[in-house]
């Protein structure tokens, strides 16, 4: 097997019969995942169905009640916010809790990719709101996690920034290799990133679609939308 190869086919996070709850309230049970090196899934389900709560548990973040999470490394995640700390330079904020001597010659070239090179020396209050959620890109990613998770990253920037994040990250993806989690609720935003599109609900993954079923857009789009519980606003 080629080094790709078995980049391609490594495991990044295997999940089995997880189970979370708060408090007597259980929000997954019996939730089976498993996401390759390489793969790009989005996570789809209506508001409050447990998405959240399932990237907080892949990260490490919080308890789980049962099953088991099997992370290749440490995995790296960017949430809605950009999460950067006001009073530190963009190198400092992108290497915190990395050591090494090497720390700034990695920020700068973390921060090149992802089109902030050169900005080494500036602050967090100087950035706009897309200009930040690169850099939180370049924190998650100088990391070389196996696993990537994003919680929202782009819901908060306007239409076209996004569009623009959406080039950069799937860019980023296809040459760092990691596995990826992308939480959204936006369907159109699953459908352009996704290798693979998982729809959870009543606590598990009730629907998966493979990449080749994206073709058939129209009626692949009112399918998920239905799978969602939302009527297609195309109809
Ligand atoms: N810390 C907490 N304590 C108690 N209940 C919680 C907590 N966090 C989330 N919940 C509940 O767990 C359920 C799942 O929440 P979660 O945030 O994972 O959903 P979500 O699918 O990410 O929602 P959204 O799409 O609105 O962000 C919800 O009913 C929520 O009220």
Redesign the pocket.
């Known amino acids: 097997m080629n080094a790709h190869a078995e980049v391609a086919t490594a495991s990044a996070v295997t999940v089995r019969s997880l189970r979370r709850a ?1 408090g007597a ?1 259980v ?1 997954i049970e019996g939730l089976d995942l498993r996401i390759a090196r390489g793969e790009f899934v989005a996570l789809l ?1 209506q ?7 399932l990237l907080r548990a892949l990260a490490g973040l919080d308890p789980i009640e049962g099953g088991d999470i099997e992370v290749a490394g440490r995995p790296a995640v960017v949430f809605q916010e950009h999460r950067l700390l006001p009073w530190e330079s963009l190198w400092r904020n992108v290497t915190l809790g990395l050591d090494g001597a090497d720390a700034r010659d990695r920020a700068e070239a973390a921060l090149a990719e992802v089109g902030l090179g050169g900005r080494l020396d500036d602050w967090p209050r100087n950035l706009s709101g897309g200009q930040a959620q690169r850099v939180a890109l370049a924190r998650a990613l100088v990391q070389e996690p196996a696993l990537l998770l994003l919680d929202e990253p782009f819901a908060a920037l306007d239409a076209l920034t996004r569009i623009r994040m959406h080039a950069l990250v799937r860019d980023l993806v296809d040459r760092h290799q990691p596995g990826v989690l992308l ?1 959204t ?1 936006d369907v159109d935003e699953a459908i352009t990133l996704a290798d693979r599109i998982l729809v959870m609900r009543d606590g598990h993954i009730a629907a998966e679609h493979r990449s080749t079923e994206k073709h058939v857009t129209p009626e692949f789009r009112a399918r998920l939308l239905a799978e969602l519980g939302v009527s297609s606003d195309r109809d």
Do not use: A, D, E, I
Not at 47 to 53: A, H, I, N
């Open positions: 708060y309230r929000v389900g508001s409050g169905c447990g998405k959240t709560t939480v609720h």
